[in-house]
């Protein structure tokens, strides 16, 4: 499949030129009109083979840029949240650091706003074709569909947690799009469910082709399983949850393989593209070689950690400059290398069993059945060779037991795709938390600004409080 993907990197390309010069020509993110040519998009649908390329298309756009997908999502969370201290200059992301983010931060602007928008259309434009074709197999349409229903889905699920109300764009009209005001959260979230729903349904039980970086039915089902979690329908994650454990699947990997490419914890990961490039991820937390990382955890992170915890020596690194040690995140060992060497062994992580176990953990202290959510959280630390919390613990109380999870997934998820910081938001932490590390934090930091730039040119947008 890694051949396939990078075979069919130019038809991928000529869905994103196409899609990509229809929204870029236009003033507004939101004012992006249909394809000129209509032909050109009808055609790269016509069969299996090109309508496969142009979805392969838009994850080949998700891995060549630091997104809401994974590389930006994870390092500006991580220094805006209690994961990370940021040791660079850069003034857009001192910003995040500080707790400050203005109207203007050209990262909110480019890597979680404009970016996104693009996304959303090329996904829109598919779907709309996808779902007028008479040519394409049933099969073949019915799993991009899911792909684009879920990657869809993906998005929405991030923007409500970053900015909140965003507008729910999901067709290609300019005309309804270009003056578009920010969605009611509930109606997202609808439009999430549904599709959720519809691209399990839709999906195979297989991945598509070999590896792990195309969505399949539990793709869908573990986004769906974090949906229900967080909005507390606890039998409903439960289930989910359950329903890809049973598979059989996945199973959990010794902590040094699991961000390798197709580990067999991982359910869904995204495939670099670049040239050089495994991961954008290794490629911030991993310093140069004479200079200290940008990126280092922090102390209250670090003292979080137990003893002997396998996760320290596999996913921490210590880097000694000028008489100070820094720690920084080693989840990725592979910095980019434009060398005859290089060689991709990495992917981002997007997924894995160890959250599907610790979403059923929860779920289940919520629905008593303490013993089984003992046992799930049991299966994460026993991987990480530390204490069992039957054995610790026998008598822990339901609420004792969440705050156990809580450190569990902080530990686990340090420093990816955002967890500890959606974590924070939505157990109720993040303001408490973050006082007593920013002095400057108020409660309305808990969502980013919209973009200023796009506020201008769409007088229907308006602004977070507190910007």
Known sequence: MRNTFIKHSAKQLLLIIVIYYCSSGCN???????PTDK??????????????????????AISDNSNIFA?????????????ADYTGQAISSLEFYQGSVSTTNSFIETNFWATTYRLTYQINASLEILESSKSLPLATKNQLRGECKFLRAFIYFQMIQLFGEVPLITGTDYRMNENM????????????????????????????GNEKSRANKWTAATLLARYYLYQQSW???????????NTGHYRLTEPD???LANSSEAIFQIQPVRPGYNTMEGNAFIPS????????????????FELNDKRWPAWVKSKEVNGTTYYYPFK???????????????????????????????????????????????TIRQRAGLPLISVTYPGISGIELIEKIQQERRIEFFTECGHRWFDLKRTGKAYTTLLTMKPSWKVENGLWPIPQAQISLNPNLDQNPGY
């Open 235 to 245: 039998a409903k994650a439960e289930e989910e949850a359950s329903e890809i454990i």
């Open 28 to 34: 507004k993110i939101l004012d992006v009109d249909n």
């Open 289 to 304: 070689e004479l200079a200290r990382p940008s990126y280092t955890l922090t102390m209250s992170l670090i003292n979080a």
């Open 257 to 259: 393989k699991v961000f």
């Open 181 to 208: 005001g920010r969605t009611n959260i509930n109606s997202i979230k609808e439009q999430i469910l549904s599709d959720l729903t519809s691209a399990k349904e839709l999906l195979s039980d297989a991945y598509p």
């Open 39 to 60: 032909i050109v998009g009808d055609d790269l649908f016509k069969d299996k083979e090109s309508a496969e390329s142009a979805i392969l298309g838009i994850y080949s």
């Open 71 to 83: 590389g930006a999502i994870t390092f500006y969370t991580a220094i805006y949240g209690d994961e």
């Open 332 to 378: 990725y060992k592979k910095k980019v290398d434009f060398s005859s060497n290089f060689s991709l062994t990495e992917y981002s992580m997007i997924f894995r069993l160890s959250e599907v176990l610790l979403i059923r953990a929860e779920s289940r202290v919520f629905i008593d059945l303490l013993p089984d959510a003992i046992a799930d959280l049991d």
